[in-house]
């Protein structure tokens, strides 16, 4: 017997505002809509394929009446495919997301950003291929 | 430039390895090979610095469809509620008393594990189980 990873859920003020933003950084679509929360994805999970294989897991937006208090404990990591950290920094940038300072030393081949509601998030080493 | 694509879910936490060994227990995940060069994960920590030992954690999809998860140690506890969780599904395509029953023994092979079981919560028809991993991490059983 197991579980399967099938939603991140994320709490924010605007689900509609934030799933916007993420499906743009993840190339994710609107799967699903319900009165206070927002689902996005890579795919439409079935029950038959979340039972016969791991899956990637969708986000969930959930609208919360409480803001943010601290940095979160969980947070995504983003690696670019198909060009630089530093050309998907800008991009997202132009998104709404904003670089911040969780206190990681300046030396780091990762660039701390943050959402538009200020959650943490990373963007690793690119993964394109290298000429 | 089209989209990024590709994530992985992060932990901040005290104990990286005991909690990505508490979350494959959860998932099905597995430790991956350690890193190039070192025979065992101990030998890696053995050629560690003192203060980098223990440092960080991972767990991964064997299947590779699933984000890695990744723990890395912090020097701050847990405060506030996390902001995101996941959300763990054994439950899909059930409703009812069936849904419900899947959910309870999902929560029940999860406490010997450390799990912590917060609420069931169940309206006759839709259930869910908000639980807390070994550092008190929020996630749901639905």
Redesign the interface.
Known sequence: MTSRFTELAVDCHDPERLAAFWCEVLDFKVIDRSEGKVEIGCWVPTVEDVRARQMPPTLLFIQVPEGKSVKNRLHLDVSPIDGSTEDEVTRLLGLGATKTDVGQSSDRNWVVMADPEGNEFCVLRTLAPQN | ?????????????AEPERLARFWCE???YVVPPPPEGFETWDDYKRSQPPEQRDSWFACI???G???RL?FQRVPEG???K?????????G??LVGKERLAALE??CA?LVPLGAVHVQTLYDGNDSCIPMLDIEG?EF??D
């Open positions: 430039m089209s989209a990024i694509k590709k994530f992985q879910v992060t932990f901040d936490c959860v998932l099905g999809d064997p299947s469809v699933g984000p990744y847990k405060i506030a996390n902001r995101v969780h996941l959300d763990v599904r054994v899909t395509g023994a999902e092979r991490n749901c059983i």
